[in-house]
C-alpha cells in the first residue's frame, strides 16, 4: 500500500520535488537558452535572429469563462519574457455526458475572442470528450518571438533590486470564488450585486498583465518580470528568489488586497497571500528607476507599487509587517483548493 506521505496534494509539486525531477529527467538540445527551471514563467528556444518562447498552461479551477482564461494565462507568461505573444494551440478535454454542441461552441468563441483581443493566431491543438471529468478543462500552448537584446528571464533579478507589484492580489481567486461558490454564498446572503463585481474582477481589474510588462520594458532596464499564479504571491516570491538565486524582503503592509478579496477571504479562511493570483505582475529593477517606471504606470491608469527589495540569499525570504520580520509563508497548495473540499 502506497503510504499517505508519498500523496501529493492538489495544485503545484513541492518545489524541491520538481527540482528533483528536472534535473533527472529533462533533456535539451544547444538552442535551449531557458528550459525547464523553477520560476521560470517560459521556456526559450533560439532562432537564427530572435528567440522563440513557449509556455503550457491549463485552466483546471473554473468552467465558466474558460476560454478566455486560457489565453490571457498563457499570454502572461510569455508577457514576462519580454514576447509578444503570437500563436495558440489548444488541448480541449470535454466531460462524458454534458458535452453538448452549445458549450463546446461557446469554448471556442471565448478563446476566440480571446485572441483577437492580443492579435493572437488560433493555429489548432486537440478536442475530446473524456470519461472521468466533472468539468471542461483546457490546456493550452502559447508561442511568440523576442529579440535577442529583449529577453527577460525570472533569473535576471538583482541583489538591491526593487520588488515591484502591479494591481493587487487575489484577483483571479475572487472570481473564481464568485463563479464557483456562487450558490452558496447567496445562501449565506451575499447580494448579485457583490457577486457580479466578484465575477468581474477577471476583466477588471482584469487577469492579463501584457499590458504593463510591454510598458515597463518600454521604460526601464526591467531586470526580472514573473507571474504569481497557483500558490499565490508568497509562492510567485518563493520562485522569483530560487531562480534567480537570491533573497528578498517584502512589507506585507504595501501589498493591495481588493476588499472584495478579503471578504471572501474570510467568509472561507483563505490566505490571500497563497490565493492564485493571475493580474498582478511581480517585476525587479534598480532603485534609480523605480520612480520613471511608477510615473509611466500612473499615467496610464494601471496601479503598482514598491513592495520590497531583493537581497543576498542567505538573507532569507522574510516577511515583514507592524509585528517585525519573519519567514515569508510558503503555501503546499493553493489556497482556492479548499473551497473545493466537503463544506467549504
Same mark, same amino acid.
Given at each position: 500500500m502506497m503510504a499517505k506521505k508519498d500523496i501529493f496534494a492538489p495544485g503545484k509539486l513541492p518545489l524541491k520535488e520538481l527540482e528533483k525531477l528536472l534535473e533527472r529527467y529533462t533533456v535539451t538540445d544547444p538552442r535551449v537558452v531557458v528550459g525547464a527551471r523553477i520560476g521560470e514563467d517560459a521556456a526559450v528556444i533560439e532562432e537564427k535572429d530572435r528567440y522563440l518562447v513557449a509556455k503550457t498552461d491549463p485552466v483546471t479551477f473554473v468552467a465558466e469563462d474558460i476560454?478566455?482564461?486560457v489565453i490571457h494565462i498563457n499570454a502572461n507568461d510569455l508577457a514576462t519574457c519580454g514576447a509578444r505573444p503570437q500563436w495558440f494551440l489548444a488541448t480541449l478535454l470535454l466531460p462524458e455526458g454534458s458535452a453538448s454542441r452549445e458549450s463546446v461552441e461557446r469554448i471556442f468563441g471565448q478563446i476566440s475572442q480571446a485572441c483577437k483581443s492580443l492579435d493572437i493566431s488560433w493555429v489548432g491543438g486537440h478536442t475530446e470528450i473524456t470519461h472521468g471529468l466533472d468539468r471542461p478543462i483546457v490546456v493550452g500552448c502559447m508561442l511568440g518571438e523576442v529579440e535577442k537584446d529583449a529577453l527577460?528571464?525570472?533569473a535576471g533579478a538583482q541583489v538591491g533590486d526593487d520588488i515591484i507589484l502591479t494591481k493587487g492580489i487575489a484577483i483571479e481567486a475572487t472570481s473564481i470564488m464568485a463563479r464557483e461558490r456562487a450558490d452558496l454564498l447567496r445562501k449565506r446572503g451575499y %447580494?448579485?450585486?457583490?457577486?457580479s463585481r466578484c465575477r468581474d474582477f477577471l476583466y477588471h481589474p482584469g487577469i492579463s498583465i501584457a499590458r504593463e510588462a510591454r510598458l515597463a520594458t518600454q521604460v526601464a532596464s526591467i531586470h526580472s518580470m514573473h507571474d504569481p499564479t497557483?500558490?499565490?504571491l508568497a509562492s510567485g516570491?518563493?520562485?522569483?528568489a530560487w531562480a534567480a538565486g537570491v533573497g528578498l524582503w517584502v512589507d506585507l503592509g504595501r501589498i493591495r488586497i481588493y476588499p472584495e478579496t478579503q471578504v471572501l477571504c474570510r467568509e472561507f479562511s483563505l490566505d490571500p497571500l497563497g490565493l492564485i493570483a493571475s493580474g498582478a505582475l511581480l517585476l525587479t529593477l534598480s532603485p534609480e528607476q523605480t520612480p520613471g517606471?511608477?510615473?509611466c504606470f500612473a499615467r496610464e491608469g494601471i %496601479?503598482?507599487?514598491p513592495i520590497g527589495k531583493i537581497v543576498p540569499r542567505e538573507a532569507g525570504i522574510k516577511a515583514r509587517d507592524a509585528e517585525g520580520e519573519r519567514e515569508l509563508p510558503r503555501f503546499e497548495r493553493d489556497e482556492i483548493t479548499k473551497i473545493f473540499e466537503n463544506g467549504a
Open positions: 476560454g478566455w482564461y527577460i528571464t525570472t %447580494e448579485e450585486e457583490f457577486l497557483e500558490g499565490g516570491l518563493l520562485e522569483l517606471l511608477l510615473e %496601479e503598482a507599487c
